[in-house]
């Protein structure tokens, strides 16, 4: 079957920093969406992966291995406004986006 | 208006009634979704159009219908819901289906949450 995993919950500083891992196995790959979510709101895209490497946009950066089926996203300089749910999608063989259930990051003053 | 709109926000209604949920896009976008989202599980595609046809029905119970009389609206009509069907019904948007980022990025709205007693 088809799986995304990410943790389920994290806890930072404010103006830390943070890495938010997202693992798949899905039935061919074309491409990886990270999306940030607050809560009683609508998921918002953040980034976009289909080659392995690093992309930066700003304070937010997200990583790609396709070989080993891993991404993360990177937070810096947290602020408390960057608390929410963070959503990995991985579209696959058939450009279906195979969804995790989000990690939910919680910033602590 | 701009992006994806969805009305109501909130819905309870009793496993009898029947009501319908509406999204509009206002982005020219040519692809709607319907995602079913539950607490701590992921995002649940129910129902894909492309140019207002139907392309994905991913084994959605006949107590959904899905309607899509344009590029730019959508609806999910209910009907005999059950109390697991309460959830955050999301719409999204996007310009297309398979082509590359830029076309396939997909765009939410709101939601509406269901309570269904």
């Known amino acids: 079957g088809q799986n995304i995993d990410q943790p389920t919950e994290m806890t930072a500083t404010e103006g830390a920093i943070v890495q938010i891992n997202c693992t798949y196995q899905t039935s061919g790959f074309n491409g990886l969406f990270w999306y940030q979510q607050h809560a009683g709101e609508a998921p918002t895209f953040l980034s976009y992966n289909v080659l392995d490497g690093l992309e930066e946009k700003g304070r937010f950066s997200s990583f790609l291995s396709r070989s080993k089926g891993y991404s993360y996203l990177l937070l810096k300089e947290l602020q408390m406004k960057d608390s929410a749910s963070y959503l990995c999608?991985?579209?696959?063989?058939?450009?279906?986006?195979?969804w995790g259930a989000g990690t939910k990051l919680i910033i602590k003053p | 208006e701009t992006g994806v709109t969805q009305t109501p926000r909130h819905l309870v209604m009793g496993m009898t009634n029947k009501k319908s949920l509406k999204c509009e896009q206002h982005l020219g976008h040519n692809a709607m979704y319907w995602y079913k989202q539950s607490a701590k599980k992921p995002l649940e595609l129910m129902f894909v159009?492309?140019?207002?046809?139907?392309?994905e029905n991913n084994s959605v119970p006949s107590r959904f219908s899905p309607e899509c009389p344009n590029s730019s609206h959508l609806f999910l009509h209910l009907h005999t819901l059950q109390p697991e069907d309460s959830a955050l019904y999301l719409c999204?948007?996007?310009?297309?289906?398979?082509?590359?980022?830029?076309?396939?990025?997909?765009?939410f709205g709101p939601g509406t949450r269901l309570t269904v007693l």
């Open positions: 999204a948007s996007s310009q297309g289906l398979a082509g590359g980022p830029s076309t396939d990025t997909q765009y």
């Open positions: 999608a991985v579209r696959d063989s058939n450009y279906q986006l195979i």
């Open positions: 159009y492309n140019f207002k046809e139907q392309t």
